[in-house]
């Protein structure tokens, strides 16, 4: 019975996860960044962005920004989640003037 129980709530916990927004941590957003975001431009950008962009907002820049270049649904999903996640003036973002 106790084994069962804890079956129950590791599915519960594992569904839990996985319908949420997707998980990120600052050294991959970092790394996703760099290798996608600032073959084109400088990263001030992104950090312009944090003062004015909601959910949506991102979601529509990242679309385009997809559309100048060959950025996968994973790297939109994934840059989308860092940025949404972030708050204005984040210093992996924002270099110190
Ligand atoms: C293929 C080149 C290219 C790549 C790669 C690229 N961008 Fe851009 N980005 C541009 C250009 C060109 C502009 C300016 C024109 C515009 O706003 O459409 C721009 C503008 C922006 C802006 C300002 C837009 C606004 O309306 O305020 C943001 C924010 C931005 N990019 C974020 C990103 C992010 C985040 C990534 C990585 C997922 C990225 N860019 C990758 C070319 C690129």
Known sequence: MKNFLF???VLFLLSGATAGAKEVNKG???SYFNMFCTRCHVIDRLCEGLKKNDN????DIITKMAEYDDLDQDIQDTTHACLTGMQAGDPLVCKKK
Do not use: D, E, N, P
Not at 56 to 59: A, G, I
């Open 56 to 59: 949506k907002k991102w979601r």
């Open 7 to 9: 079956f129950i709530s």
């Open 28 to 30: 991959m957003c970092g």
